[in-house]
């Protein structure tokens, strides 16, 4: 398994997998829910994961002539 296919599969995991600790948690932050926050930032966060993986990926890269 490639570098960037472990990074594929960090927010799923995170967002995920992360659910039910986050769903236990009753404080507020940013004014949100913490579980409502827990999504938001893991949406921005497969944002930044998948911008690594576009930038780490060989098959993206130009070749150069």
Do not use: C, Q
Request: overall charge negative; hydrophobic content about 60%; glycine content about 8%.
């Amino acid at each position: 398994m490639k570098f960037i296919h472990v990074l594929g599969l960090i927010p799923f995991i995170g967002m995920l997998g992360g659910l039910p600790f986050a769903n236990k948690v009753s404080s507020f932050v940013l004014g949100l829910p913490f579980l409502l926050f827990w999504i938001v930032l893991w949406v921005i966060l497969t944002s930044v994961v998948m911008v690594l993986v576009n930038y780490l990926d060989p098959a993206n890269r130009e070749e150069e002539a």
